[in-house]
């Protein structure tokens, strides 16, 4: 039980690492894009983030190493690194699509915590890095139509990042959303198929993915609603951390 808690700790600390450097890289962009995140609207100083970077990260690869292995460390540290090089390269000169297979990668890390000698020898952890991918594809498209409406704070939208060499409309990204949505919760709910998760984790992921679908197709009816549109991208990134908790949950319980 012990040792779930340290990998969960070690991948949300990873997790956090990356989405905070992005936000720190961004600051400057975020000002005419996201004026209301901590940052640019002043509630957080850059070298607070920047602090809060070194440390999660001193804290993730630290558990990585002491606690589990080798496989564990490499794997979190090149999700890492992969996801710094998104952010200064990789978004806007080849897409936002170019993220979902480094966010894999935190999957990848986790089954490695427990039994890295199958790795490459089952298919289960290539499973679960698919289902981050998928996930991840469909939050970057239902996010993609944020850039382009302005909200309270900002006088205009500005130019999307192109989702994969191109830049898409609105309607078509978050058809693209809801499509991977769709997905997510197809690929989510047949895991109990191939793992040992019982009743409880599937209740707990059809009742998130269908929330997620449901906020995602409201979206869509009306795809300059920025309100409906943070509300779909809130609804899925609850939805992965209900995968997540449902499965350290399932896995807590058959500890007892």
């Known amino acids: 039980m012990i040792k779930c808690l340290l990998g969960f700790l ?20 975020d000002k005419d894009i996201w004026p209301a995140r901590p940052i640019p609207s002043g509630r957080v100083k850059p070298n607070e983030a920047l602090l809060v970077v070194i440390v999660s990260l001193a804290i993730s690869l630290s558990i990585a ?39 894999g990668l935190i999957y990848l890390g ?26 991840q594809t469909a939050h ?28 898409l409309s609105p309607q078509v990204a978050v058809k693209i959303g809801i499509g991977f ?13 191939v793992a040992p998760l019982g009743v409880l984790y599937l209740a707990l992921v059809i009742a998130a993915g269908i929330y997620a679908l449901i906020s995602g197709l409201k979206f869509l009816k009306a795809p300059s609603n920025r ?24 896995v807590l319980l058959s500890e007892i």
Do not use: Q
Not at 140 to 154: A, E
């Open 10 to 29: 070690s991948v949300a600390f990873a997790s956090c690492a990356v989405n905070v450097s992005n936000d720190y890289l961004d600051r400057e962009r």
């Open 65 to 103: 190493w002491l606690a589990f292995n080798p496989a564990t460390f490499f794997i979190l540290l090149l999700a890492i690194i992969l996801g710094g090089f998104y952010s200064v390269y990789l978004r806007d000169r080849v897409g936002y699509l170019s993220l979902p297979p480094i966010v």
């Open 110 to 135: 986790g089954w490695a915590a427990f039994s890295p000698e199958t790795l490459f020898s089952s298919w289960l952890p290539w499973y679960l890095y698919l289902l981050g991918v998928v996930w």
């Open 140 to 167: 970057i498209m239902i996010y993609y139509p944020l850039h382009v409406i302005p909200d309270n704070d900002s006088k205009l939208g500005v130019k999307a990042p192109p989702a994969l060499f191109f830049t």
């Open 181 to 193: 949505t769709c997905l997510t919760l197809l690929f989510g709910a047949l895991l109990p198929l």
């Open 227 to 250: 309100k409906r549109g943070i509300t779909a991208f809130k609804a899925l990134s609850v939805f992965r951390l209900v995968i997540s908790a449902a499965i350290l949950l399932t």
